[in-house]
């Protein structure tokens, strides 16, 4: 008898079992962490692809072919098939847009306001890229198999 009390009262080795209990939950902690970093860190790669396709259009002549060297600029750039890269140009006449539809617009791009109109020529690239967590867990704002579709996107007027 003088054994078993003094067996429950030995309080030695009542750390580990307490960090048996709380280290799942620190583990889970850090592993979320560092999976929210990688999005995080994915995200900004495509943002900067982006805008490094967008430079393009700052370097060089301002004329239509110059977009289809912009789609294959972010295709290499974020390494995205062309489906996954959306280039749009457009002009403005007075702050309104003259895109009528986006097989047109080129010819709209190209177009010229009437006179004494202030005009205003832009363009923008959009990225998506699927992200895959270490971990996939469906919340709110991931798809049906637990990965998240990210997004770049930069604009910038031309003209």
């Known amino acids: 008898?003088?054994?078993?009390?003094?067996?429950?009262?030995?309080?030695?080795?009542?750390?580990?079992?307490?960090?048996?209990?709380?280290?799942?939950?620190?583990?889970?902690?850090?592993?979320?962490?560092?999976?929210?970093?990688?999005?995080?860190?994915?995200?900004?790669?495509?943002?900067?692809?982006?805008?490094?396709?967008i430079e393009l259009a700052m370097n060089g002549q301002k004329e239509t072919s110059l977009f289809d060297t912009l789609v294959a600029e972010s295709m290499e750039a974020a390494n995205v098939p062309q489906s996954a890269v959306q280039v749009r140009y457009w002009l403005e006449c007075d702050g309104v847009s003259q895109n009528t539809s986006v097989a047109s617009m080129a010819a709209d791009y190209e177009k010229k306001c009437a006179d004494n109109v202030p005009y205003s020529r832009y363009v923008s690239v959009r990225i998506e890229k699927t992200y895959a967590p270490m971990f996939r867990v469906k919340f709110a704002g991931s798809n049906a198999d637990g990965t998240y579709t990210l997004v770049g996107r930069a604009g910038l007027r031309v003209q």
Not at 1 to 19: P, Q
Not at 40 to 47: F, G, H, I, K, N
Request: hydrophobic share 50%; no cysteine.
């Open 1 to 53: 008898m003088r054994r078993l009390a003094n067996l429950l009262g030995d309080e030695r080795g009542s750390s580990l079992i307490e960090l048996a209990l709380v280290l799942p939950v620190l583990g889970s902690l850090v592993v979320g962490m560092v999976d929210i970093a990688r999005g995080y860190s994915a995200r900004l790669q495509l943002e900067q692809a982006a805008q490094r396709s």
